[in-house]
């Protein structure tokens, strides 16, 4: 991605509005995710329900999960997402949310926030940490997709800039270690995997 004319920063779910249908159609086919799907669905426990922060239309991630059988709740601030992810599984619970404004009762076994948490500003990012932390089980396992060093990229998507943000590496050690995540696993430019920066860590409460 390259530096690009700036757009919408705050709220990039109001880009997913005007862009969603085409991301739908564009976004790439394979699950290149799987082995680290496949490692959550290998810790998860009988009867566990997995957490989608950022779900879109819920294609790969949510339907990876759905076709092994785990029940999962698709989040998207975005309407039009919503409104796809509904479509394309009309049995699954979903839930027109900021991930940001997030305050279940419910906890849950796993929290995947795939190529989602990267689009929100690297002020908003410490603070989802506390909201991870208490949307898990103890022992759960979190997800999440960043980018190595502290920074904003802008990259065109549909006709449309779509903002992404990082913290640097040694910070989101620190955010997880203080919210009392241990990191299992994290993997920089993975090139299995899109070349995805992959950070998995579990919950555990002291």
């Known amino acids: 991605m390259i530096q690009m004319e700036k757009g919408e920063r705050k709220n990039v779910y109001k880009v997913y509005n005007k862009i969603g249908r085409w991301f739908a159609e564009n976004r790439y086919a394979d699950s290149v995710e799987k082995a680290y799907l496949n490692e959550i669905i290998q810790k998860l426990p009988q009867d566990a329900k997995v957490l989608d922060l950022g779900c879109g239309d819920g294609k790969p ?5 759905i076709n092994h059988h785990v029940n999962v709740l698709g989040v998207d601030a975005s309407e039009q997402m919503i409104e796809l992810a509904k479509i394309n599984f009309p049995s699954t619970s979903f839930l027109l949310k900021d991930m940001r ?25 410490p603070d989802m940490f506390r909201i991870f932390r208490q949307h898990l089980k103890p022992n759960g396992i979190l997800l999440f997709t960043s ?3 502290r920074g904003e990229v802008w990259g065109m998507n549909g006709g449309e800039n779509l903002f992404h943000a990082s913290l640097d590496t040694t910070e989101y050690q620190t955010l997880l270690q203080s919210n009392q995540f241990k990191v299992l696993k994290h993997k920089i430019n993975d090139p299995d995997c899109g070349g995805a920066n992959v950070w998995m860590a579990q919950y555990k409460p002291r």
Not at 61 to 65: A, D, G, S, V, W
Request: avoid cysteine; glycine fraction near 4%.
């Open 61 to 65: 991630i949510l339907e990876y999960f």
């Open 101 to 125: 404004e997030l305050e279940l009762v419910e906890k849950f076994d796993a929290i995947i926030a795939w190529h989602s948490f990267f689009h929100l500003p690297a002020d908003d990012q």
């Open 147 to 149: 980018g190595t060093e």
